[in-house]
């Protein structure tokens, strides 16, 4: 089959064929109308775009004022925490003082409690001394009294009074020897003239 | 204007399909959204049937993706290839040209029903006279095979 044929039919069935005829008026407005749709959506498209970018801005923005005040916050709350532990410091070092010093008087109190026990404990030498004093002072007493009674030596035993007398004169010796020497004196009256005038001395 | 060149042309190049009326609108929508962009470098009448073109190989692409998904070829070219015995030369070259691939179609339209010169098919088409030649020879050629059968 030749191209020339195949032109010719091809030319037969396009006559055929006739499209359907449209309307220039119905055409024209249904262009206009594609037209203005388009235009309507890209309207709305750009509205929505818009919105959603003012949207993520104010998303952005609220985001960050929530963080600005987030942030504001903490550092007040970290303020307040910093003060308050500055202030448990203060209490605490004070405390500490507190506990300082009461462990010290504890410590003064204890030793003292520790030197007055022991002071305690300890026997007054000045008792010691009195009481060999009275034990001496009764020794020549007794020296005394056997010498004036069983001896005969009476000079030497009121001489030993009298020494009683003058050595130790608070004890309960030196009041035995004042009683034997005034029943002496009493017993032999001038005898002893001049030792009464010592004794006199001594009493 | 160009109305009726736009609606004969694109009403061949879908193969006298009923869908011509919206491409021809398509065609003039896209006229009218992009005139201002025309530069004179060709006439009015190559540009709009560049863009007529330009429409139908859209709506083929559509057409095909509409039918790939739909799964009803097989069963459409069956029927096509039983008209086909039982028609005259005719209908069977109309039912052939709707059979061919668009891009076969489009060239022999443009050469045998538009009449154009290969320059023309060259400016309007974009593709280079070498490729034009390769459709026509090809194109004709799927033709003649149907219409040589029938004759035999």
Redesign the interface.
């Known amino acids: ?1 030749s ?1 020339h044929k ?2 010719e ?6 006559k ?2 006739t ?4 309307s ?1 008026g119905e ?2 407005s ?3 109308q ?2 203005s749709r ?1 235009k309507k959506r890209r309207k709305n498209l750009s509205l929505a775009a818009l919105l959603v970018f003012a949207s993520s801005i104010g998303l952005l923005w609220i985001d960050q004022v929530r963080q600005t005040n987030k942030i504001v916050r903490e550092s007040k709350t970290i303020e307040q925490l910093r003060y308050e532990i500055s202030l448990l410091t203060q209490e605490l070092n004070l405390t500490q003082q507190k506990v300082d010093e009461m462990l010290l008087a504890q410590r003064h109190k204890d030793r003292m409690n520790h030197l007055n026990a022991e002071l305690e404990s300890r026997v007054d030498p000045l008792l010691i001394i009195k009481q060999q004093d009275e034990e001496t002072a009764e020794t020549i007493y007794a020296q005394a009294k056997r010498k004036f009674n069983e001896l005969n030596l009476k000079q030497s035993a009121i001489e030993d009074y009298i020494q009683v007398i003058h050595l130790f004169p608070d004890t309960p010796a030196a009041d035995k020897a004042r009683k034997e020497l005034n029943d002496v004196e009493t017993d032999q009256k001038g005898v002893f003239d001049e030792k009464k005038i010592q004794y006199s001395d001594f009493s | 204007m160009y109305q009726a060149y736009v609606t004969t042309l694109t009403h061949r190049l879908l193969g006298w399909s009923d869908e011509t009326e919206d491409v021809v609108q398509e065609v003039f929508f896209s006229v009218h959204k992009h005139l201002k962009k025309f530069r004179h470098e060709s006439s009015l009448k190559t540009w709009i049937t560049t863009i007529t073109i330009n429409k139908c190989r859209s709506y083929h692409r559509r057409q095909k993706i509409k039918e790939t998904l739909m799964a009803g070829l097989r069963q459409n070219a069956r029927q096509q290839n039983h008209q086909l015995q039982n028609t005259d030369k005719h209908e069977q070259l109309k039912i052939m040209i709707q059979k061919l691939k668009p891009k076969y179609r489009e060239v022999i339209i443009m050469r045998y029903l538009e009449e154009m010169e290969l320059d023309q098919i060259e400016t309007v088409t974009g593709l280079s006279k070498s490729l034009i030649n390769v459709r026509l020879h090809r194109g004709k050629k799927k033709l003649k095979e149907v219409l040589d059968d029938g004759v035999d």
């Open positions: 089959m191209d195949i032109k039919m091809l030319h037969t069935i396009d055929q064929a499209p359907k005829s449209i220039s055409l024209l249904n262009v206009y594609q037209s388009q």
